[in-house]
């Protein structure tokens, strides 16, 4: 039966039916031709820019700290407020958070003195200085815990800004997470670390747009005995070679494992120098980043 042309008579009674109302007819050339607003960007990269967004404002306050202190103290004197508690936590802040990365900057500096020069003792170099002057530290922080069966868990934790790099275009900035987390249960003779380190680029940042540094390497339920027991993708040491150049590096004198123990070394910010799987790791980087020197040199047997 063809419903599309069959006409149906009203019944007895009823009011015959009104005829069906036209639709417009759509113009689909002119609505292809006609612009339309961008989709929104999905949920995960409104999250991502939120973050970056944060970590933009904490590091514009830490690049004033310099100029705060300086501020705080001289009005303190000035009005007689200076040892005052709300003044004397501010200037604690900001004194403390100027101090960790004098600290910060000069294990890196160390770090690079040996990789570069073989020893800390050994002459500055203009490089790795250069390199280490980006460091922004916003904290180093550490805690303790312990449960009622005996077992303890330390904690340490870092964030550090890496801004004004040497060899990067001047809106460049990267942020570096890293934690290092030592468990050692009642009886036990060694304990046992999950270290984490990442590196993300904060700026520039565009929604879905351009290839955007991103570095992660740890390792879990790890004794300190096997703290050089790793080794680097692929991956990881290109974009360890990225990050080098970034930070003004030659590649001809910096290897990715050099750059891994930098990292390292930046995060610990000298805090962490007499911490026993900490000090393998980095040594770790550091012999590794010798041995491949080598090679490149044909000096190895």
Known sequence: MDW??????????EPPSSPPTPQPKID????????????????QAVSQQSVVHKEAEELGTILKDSASLRALATAGLE?????ETPTLELLSTLSQRLL???QCRAAAAKFGAVCVGGSSSAAPDA???????????????????????????????????????PAAPAD????ARFSLQESSAAGSEEPWHDVNIKVMQIAPFAVG???????????????????????????QRDKLTVLGQLLGLSSSRWTPAGVLGLLLATCGCGHLDGHDFYGALVKACREAHRDELLARAGSTF
């Open 209 to 235: 747009g351009g290839a955007k540094l991103s570095f992660s390497f740890g390792l879990e339920n790890t004794p300190a005995s096997q703290a050089a027991d790793w080794t680097l993708d692929e991956a």
């Open 4 to 13: 599309v042309k069959r006409v149906m008579s009203p019944r007895e009674g």
């Open 100 to 102: 960790t990365r004098n």
């Open 28 to 43: 689909f050339v002119a609505a292809a031709a006609t612009p339309t607003a961008p989709p929104p960007p999905p949920p």
């Open 127 to 165: 490089s790795v200085e250069a390199a280490a002057g980006c460091l922004l530290p916003s904290y180093f922080r550490q805690e303790s815990t312990a449960d009622d069966d005996g077992q303890t868990n330390k904690l340490y934790a870092a964030k550090v800004f890496l801004h004004a790099l």
């Open 79 to 83: 009005a007689g407020t200076l040892e």
């Open 172 to 175: 460049t900035t990267l942020c």
